[in-house]
């Protein structure tokens, strides 16, 4: 877990602004994940990357882009289409080589829109 | 799409006694099943999971139980300490290269003294 970081862990937006939430990991992790957390909801897919300058939507993606021009970093960006942006956000990775299905989880960024 | 539900969405036991959550999922085709501890404001950890090869795990206090044919796979804790509560999430993956997990909505653990 302390190979996966992000920030910052408080943001404040204001409405009609973007974002950008980081996650930085160094683990050499081939796939990074983001989740957003509401109160019982558990945690639902915004998108997902499995290798470089690739990544998929998962089942909330709408008023959420990523890029990953890296391996070690996955960044999500919270549009002003996003008409519920309140939420924590966790970052995830795993390792595909080796046969590990565990993911690994970022400490989260808690986004509050004012 | 795989959907997962959990049960129960708060559970409250005495120090000691055992607790026990149960999930069912949808995906005949998933074959990972890992068990997440949430304290409040941290980042989930993963604390045991299984595969659709094995019928029951252990880990100290800490066991799994899965029953593919009929879908649901149950955690269950022993001599619940304070240091247990918390929010635990099930999920459920294919696994491989997607990996994609489906979580549970989540169990509220209270251990009470």
């Known amino acids: 877990d302390g190979g996966i970081t992000q920030s910052p862990k408080y943001l404040f937006r204001k409405e009609g602004q973007n974002v950008t939430l980081s996650c930085e990991q160094n683990?050499?992790?081939?796939?990074m994940y983001w989740y957003r957390q509401d109160p019982g909801q558990g945690l639902r897919l915004i998108y997902y990357s499995q290798i470089v300058n690739d990544f998929q939507k998962g089942d909330i993606a709408e008023g959420y882009s990523v890029s990953r021009e890296k391996k070690e970093s996955f960044p999500l960006t919270v549009t002003s289409a996003q008409k519920n942006p309140t939420a924590f956000y966790l970052c995830?990775?795993?390792?595909?080589?080796?046969?590990?299905?565990?993911?690994?989880f970022g400490p989260g960024t808690r986004l509050t829109v004012l | 799409g795989e959907n997962v539900e959990q049960h129960p969405s708060t559970l409250s036991v005495q120090e000691g006694d055992s607790a026990v959550i149960k999930c069912t999922y949808s995906?005949?085709?998933?074959?990972?099943f890992p068990w997440y501890k949430q304290e409040l404001g941290k980042r989930p950890q993963l604390i045991i999971d299984i595969r659709s090869n094995v019928g029951e795990k252990k880990d100290q206090r800490i066991a799994v139980t899965l029953n593919k044919t009929a879908k649901h796979f149950s955690l269950h804790i022993t001599e619940t300490q304070p240091e247990d509560s918390a929010v635990y999430f099930c999920?459920?993956?294919?696994?491989?290269?997607?990996?994609?997990?489906?979580f549970g909505t989540g169990t509220r653990l209270q251990v009470t003294l």
């Open positions: 995906d005949s085709a998933s074959n990972y």
């Open positions: 683990l050499n992790h081939d796939a």
């Open positions: 999920a459920a993956s294919r696994g491989g290269t997607a990996s994609k997990l489906t």
């Open positions: 995830a990775s795993i390792a595909l080589a080796g046969g590990t299905d565990t993911q690994y």
